[in-house]
């Protein structure tokens, strides 16, 4: 059974920048995406990246373009999200999920249908 495991947030100022780490235990296979899909009150809950593990594409929301980068490690045992440029519209809680497909097959940025999930890490960003 995959466990994920959530660390890196934290608060800071508008223009910061924060790097959020998922530790993985448990089998991922390389057919697997990883994402970051965040929650915030009031909002609808909005997938920000994604990475494919096979083949290591990455896929960003419009929202976090240019700013956030997801990567992993070559072990794929931790999977991280570079967050700069931070906005007041980023915070958050951000959770680390993963699915047994590729990426690009379903609609990830929705932020459902994945199959494991952490329990998140807290985001908040100051004016």
């Known amino acids: 059974q995959v466990q994920l495991v959530e660390s890196g947030g934290g608060s800071v100022q508008t223009g910061g920048s924060l790097k959020l780490s998922c530790a993985v235990s448990?089998?991922?296979?390389?057919?697997?995406?990883m994402a970051w899909i965040r929650q915030a009150p009031g909002r609808e809950r909005e997938g920000v990246a994604a990475?494919?593990?096979?083949?290591?594409?990455?896929y960003y929301s419009d929202s976090v373009k240019g700013r956030f980068t997801i990567s992993r490690d070559n072990s794929r045992d931790t999977v991280y999200l570079q967050m700069n440029s931070l906005k007041p519209e980023d915070a958050g809680m951000y959770y680390c999920?993963?699915?047994?497909?590729?990426?690009?097959?379903?609609?990830?940025?929705?932020?459902?249908?994945?199959?494991?999930w952490g329990q998140g890490t807290l985001v908040t960003v100051s004016p």
């Open positions: 990475i494919y593990i096979a083949i290591g594409s990455t």
């Open positions: 448990g089998y991922i296979d390389s057919g697997n995406c």
């Open positions: 999920a993963t699915a047994r497909r590729a990426c690009y097959s379903f609609s990830w940025r929705r932020g459902d249908a994945f199959d494991a």
